[in-house]
């Protein structure tokens, strides 16, 4: 909220002052000229290859790699959108990987959050030794375990199997710290009456913790299934039937099969697949920067 | 807090906290904890899904440390790293000023737009990369024939596929960069501001005098995490470039993986993994702690 009150046309009586004051009025139209420029090169910047997804999905096959160059399409096919959306195996694999993330994202919520709250409030034998041993997973480089990973889950017979592709990633110490650092910003005399009134402690995390803990839960289920829908070589590893496949893996064997021949539907098939993302950071959008905030990077 | 915990201590909830704890530190032991221990055993094994291993010691890491693809991968990726951090600290830092100053509904776009593409998988934005590069019809050379430029095959060039692969990174990291960015930005008390303001400071007075020291931390954090995560960039080559042409993506986690694949023998890829984990994951835990030790100070 302090970002939007540094306005340079802030009058300098204000509490707050103006980060850019007044000055002559040539380098003042300078100064609103440049951040217009740079406005207009963010954005650009940021959606430009998003919409270019978007537009090439509706060329025709040829045209995506034809010269001279196109920026538009000649038609405005619908066909790639209609023709990947009624690909059985394309809606096969969405419905699959979505069922699998919003499996994860609940299963990261209530496993990391227990955990959290069990780091900021609980005092038990060997805690600190515990932290430190969960704490240390999350500095290990996934390259480091995912060779042993894919040993471990073929020993534990998890290969092809939707499991596989959940548990491993389910208990996450990034998530936990970021949890625990909320709880421990959580005043303590919101639990002592209950405390007195003789509930236990999973009764005063369920009932009290829980309900408060809607923001940060948001960004832990947000990013959680972030993790799962854009997750590629996990899935390439793990999962071969394809009543399993992963839609990451689904475009990129797409990708990798049909060369250019099939650009324009390889587009259409990638739009979509990015739109629930998109969807849910538009939506979101106000966690994301609170989530920021609490996790104490800055 | 901490005396009051001790004058008026809490029961000992032993029982209940690792009840609580049990999911998270199950699945953590199983697919983080002892794939790492299987690591750091195995890198020291001639190992194979199809025999018996054999203990040889320090060969494997000999091996990896005298192999010159390796060598030679770790250097590109340092190069990469360098290619990307600072073009992303230095987007991200103006990225912070501007959203500073701007009107409060402005800044949330930016924000938002700024954050979608780091929810965009790398394999999509591998795909729109590819499509953007393509030497006919790709929009990229479109775009430098206004220049008089020649077209280019991007990611076929043995030159220009590393820098032509920093792009699509720096588009997928920028938004964690700039909100981290941001939030420390606006950590600076104002009052710091005004008395500069009153002394007659300019613009880049405060940013060299006020801004910039006093979010080191930030830019230390974002250098050493930016270093670290493109280090070990490994998804992008993979479906971008598959680490051509002729080996000039092909960064270490990306070699290590496709040994893994195609070598029976699984020493080499445990052993490199390994080494990787020591040194990075030593970094990225001594700046965690550096981090914490100094948060409380302003």
């Not at chain 1, 625990?180 to 959580?186: D, G, H, I």
């Not at chain 1, 993302?277 to 989530?291: F, M, P």
Request: hydrophobic residues 55%; glycine residues 6%; contains cysteine.
């Amino acid at each position: 909220m302090t970002a939007t009150t540094l306005i340079s046309d802030a009058p300098q009586t204000e509490s707050r002052p103006a980060r850019h004051p007044r000055g002559a009025r040539g380098p003042r139209i300078a100064a609103g000229l440049l951040r217009g420029i740079l406005v207009v090169a963010f954005l650009f910047g940021a959606l430009f290859p998003l919409a270019w997804l978007v537009i090439s999905g509706f060329k025709a096959r040829n045209e995506v790699t034809r010269t001279p160059f196109q920026f538009f399409p000649e038609v405005w096919k619908w066909e790639n959108y209609a023709q990947i959306l009624s690909d059985p195996a394309f809606l096969r694999t969405v419905l699959v990987t979505l069922a699998g993330a919003l499996i994860f994202a609940a299963l990261s919520v209530a496993i990391n959050s227990m955990a959290a709250y069990v780091f900021a409030r609980l005092d038990f034998a060997f805690k600190r030794l515990v932290w430190v041993v969960v704490i240390g997973t999350m500095f290990l480089p996934g390259m480091a375990i995912l060779l042993t990973s894919f040993i471990v889950v073929t020993r534990l017979h998890m290969l092809d199997t939707l499991a596989v592709l959940i548990l491993p990633g389910a208990a996450s110490a990034a998530q936990i710290f970021f949890l625990r650092q909320f709880y421990l910003s959580v005043p303590r005399a919101l639990e002592e009456s209950a405390f007195i009134d003789g509930a236990g402690r999973f009764r005063i995390f369920v009932s009290i913790f829980v309900p408060m803990s809607k923001p940060v839960f948001v960004v832990v289920a947000m990013t959680s299934f972030l993790a799962f829908w854009n997750s590629y070589v996990w899935p390439v590893m793990t999962i071969s039937s394809p009543d399993l496949f992963q839609i990451q893996q689904y475009l990129a064997s797409f990708r990798f099969e049909r060369g250019n021949s099939e650009l324009g539907l390889l587009m259409a098939g990638s739009a979509l697949a990015a739109a629930p993302v998109i969807i849910l950071c538009l939506v979101l959008q106000r966690y994301i920067v609170e989530g920021i905030k609490i996790s104490g990077i800055k | 807090m901490r005396g009051a915990r001790r004058t008026r201590r809490a029961p000992r909830d032993t029982l209940i906290a690792f009840v609580m704890l049990a999911p998270a530190l199950v699945l953590l032991a199983i697919f983080v904890i002892w794939p790492m221990v299987q690591s750091a055993y195995l890198s020291f094994f001639d190992w194979s899904f199809y025999r018996e291993s054999v203990f040889v010691g320090f060969d494997n890491f000999r091996r990896v440390l005298t192999d010159d693809a390796f060598v030679a991968s770790v250097g590109r990726g340092l190069l990469f790293a360098l290619m990307v951090v600072p073009t992303q600290l230095v987007l991200a830092f103006a990225f912070a000023s501007l959203v500073a100053g701007v009107s409060r509904r402005l800044a949330s776009v930016l924000k938002v737009s700024v954050f979608i593409p780091t929810a965009i998988s790398t394999v999509i934005a591998s795909i729109i990369f590819i499509l953007i590069y393509q030497y006919r019809g790709g929009i990229a050379n479109w775009a430098i024939g206004f220049l008089g430029i020649e077209a280019q095959a991007w990611l076929a060039d043995v030159g220009l596929a590393l820098p032509a692969m920093a792009v699509p990174a720096i588009w997928l990291g920028l938004g964690v960069a700039a909100l981290i960015m941001l939030a420390g930005l606006l950590d600076i008390p104002a009052s710091y501001y005004e008395a500069a303001v009153l002394d007659g400071a300019g613009w880049w007075q405060r940013t060299f005098a006020i801004t910039l020291p006093l979010m080191k931390n930030t830019f230390v954090y974002l250098t050493i995490a930016g270093f670290v995560a493109n280090v070990q960039q490994f998804e992008l080559p993979l479906v971008l470039t598959k680490g051509g042409p002729q080996d000039a993506t092909m960064l270490p986690n990306l070699l290590i993986f496709s040994h893994f694949r195609d070598d029976p023998t699984v020493g080499y890829s445990i052993a490199a993994a390994f080494l990787l984990f020591i040194v990075l994951g030593t970094i990225s835990a001594l700046i965690f702690r550096f981090l914490n030790s100094t948060q409380s100070e302003d």
